[in-house]
């Protein structure tokens, strides 16, 4: 399985939008609960979807054709170069102005919106925005799926690293979830945008430890190695008692002044 050395996390909490990088969707069912009925595709090839002329992009109409490709292009850690915005309606669709849909041009060209991303004529929940270098932006109607996926991920990246050094012919071990009442205890951190580091992670014991060290928009600092006092907070799982713990660092306190 593929897996990440670390989990950046840059959350939006007024406009909804996560900027990513080593987020997993190894289920996307388990966060899209209810997958749409369309979708609008912002920079599609000729050969996928369909043709819209109203609004000259791709569409993909129909649950389970949109389930397919999902299928092929999301589970994956960084998926394809692709850009979708979900859609209720097709006639809605075709109502949309000039205006409105310049907007959309504007999204997949500049990767973040001019008014709302959550559009009345779409009754959209999402906007996926695959950018250079495997980062990734995410417009949610509802955080909560959010929170959902960061769980998956942090739990899948944990297991697959934590089972890469187990003894030959041993049982893998299964990582208990992170409980999403755990990772919303993160949002003051995740404002502020932070790398949750598995590079890092010190053992002791039954414990992992994932510390979790400051960055905020410097997207070219996510792969060098980081130092005690960009530490923020730690992230702890002991197999034991499989329970998962967050410590704090005192230097957490002005970040949410």
Known sequence: MLSSEYIYVHLDGVTNSVLSKGLILTNYTKIIKKVPKNILLLNASEDIGDFDAHTGFRIIRGVENVRAYFDNHLQTLTGDSIKWIDFESVELLRQLTPVEISELLYIAHAYTHL????????????IYLSLPD??????????????????????????????????????????????????????????????????????????????????????????????????????????RDESWSLKEEETLQPLLK
């Open 134 to 239: 495997n980062f990734r932006k995410i417009y949610f109607r509802y955080l909560e799926q959010f929170y959902v996926l960061l769980s998956d991920s942090l739990t899948t990246v944990l297991e697959v690293k934590f089972n890469e050094k187990k003894k030959l012919f041993r049982k893998a071990v299964k990582i208990k979830p992170i409980p999403t009442e755990l990772v919303k205890e993160l949002v003051p951190y995740l404002r502020e945008g932070v790398i949750l580091s598995f590079k890092q992670m010190q053992h002791e014991d039954t414990i992992c430890k994932i510390p979790i060290f400051l960055v905020e928009d410097r997207l070219r600092d996510v792969n060098k190695t980081f130092s005690k006092n960009e530490l923020i907070g730690t992230i702890c799982y002991d197999s």
């Open 115 to 126: 008014h709302s991303p959550f559009y009345y004529k779409l009754q959209n929940n999402y």
